[in-house]
């Protein structure tokens, strides 16, 4: 299935970052958490498709896309970000293993926070956020996407760890096996991961090591 839809409004969310606001095919649903191939609907970019998570929610009359731009290239992703509102994009059928199932800790880096953001988005609407816990790793304070919206969400249960920065007012370094060792209190629970693949290989052996079940863990394989 291919569907064409309409920027309707674009939103700068950090220096790379950016949310679409495009229009929402009549009775395309996800289940928060999964993505689409999208691409763009201009000569030469049309068969040039690249996963992205929506941001949006079910409810809401138009579908988002938060969108880290890599500008170090000439690739999607670069190309989108010179797009305007009124241009068009094609998705395609949702697809993704990134689902809620149960309270319990997410872990993101970078643009990786996109599936967490449509979860969080959800639970908050439903009223069951919990005690959900957010570790979410940056390379600097500017690079946080939606930092007052997760502040917001979850108070002193999102934790932001900075690895690249001299100076910062957040925890510097690594989500390591150290770092779970001091956060996490139940390792029984769910672990939701998303994030580079290095990072996701990196910190899922960790959690293994560290007693997590491997049933528990959330990402797309
Ligand atoms: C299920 C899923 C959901 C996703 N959801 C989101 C989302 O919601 N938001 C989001 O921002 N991202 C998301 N991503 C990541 C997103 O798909 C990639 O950032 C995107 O495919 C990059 O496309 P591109 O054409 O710009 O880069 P590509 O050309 O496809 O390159 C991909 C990577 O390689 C590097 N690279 C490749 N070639 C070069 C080069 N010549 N020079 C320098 N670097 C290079 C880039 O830095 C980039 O990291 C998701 C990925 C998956 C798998």
């Not at 309409?6 to 950016?18: A, E, F, G, Q, S």
């Not at 779970?180 to 390792?187: M, P």
Request: hydrophobic share 35%; charged share 25%.
């Amino acid at each position: 299935m291919e569907e064409i839809v309409t920027i309707k409004k674009i939103i700068p969310i950090t220096h790379n970052v950016r949310a679409y606001q495009v229009t929402k095919p009549k009775g395309y649903t996800f289940k928060p958490g999964q993505a689409t191939e999208v691409s763009i609907n201009k000569e030469g970019w049309k068969g040039e498709s690249r996963p992205f998570t929506f941001t949006s929610l079910n409810e809401w009359p138009y579908l988002e896309f938060t969108i880290k731009s890599y500008t170090d290239h000439n690739g999607v992703t670069n190309e989108l970000r010179k797009l305007k509102e009124g241009d068009e994009l094609i998705i395609r059928d949702v697809w993704g293993a990134i689902t809620y199932k149960s309270e319990g800790y997410f872990i993101a880096g970078g643009a990786g926070i996109t599936p967490f953001i449509a979860i969080l988005r959800q639970l908050n609407s439903e009223k069951k956020i919990q005690s959900n816990q957010l570790f979410f790793a940056n390379k600097t304070a500017a690079d946080i996407i939606l930092h007052k919206e997760l502040d917001d969400l979850l108070g002193s249960n999102v934790h932001y760890v900075i690895t690249r920065e001299k100076h910062t007012a957040f925890e510097k370094g690594y989500i390591n096996t150290q770092y779970l060792i001091s956060h996490i209190t139940d390792f029984t629970k769910p672990f939701y991961i998303c994030g580079p693949d290095k990072m996701i290989n990196e910190i899922s052996k960790v959690l293994l090591e560290l007693g997590a079940n491997f049933e528990q863990l959330v990402f797309e394989k």
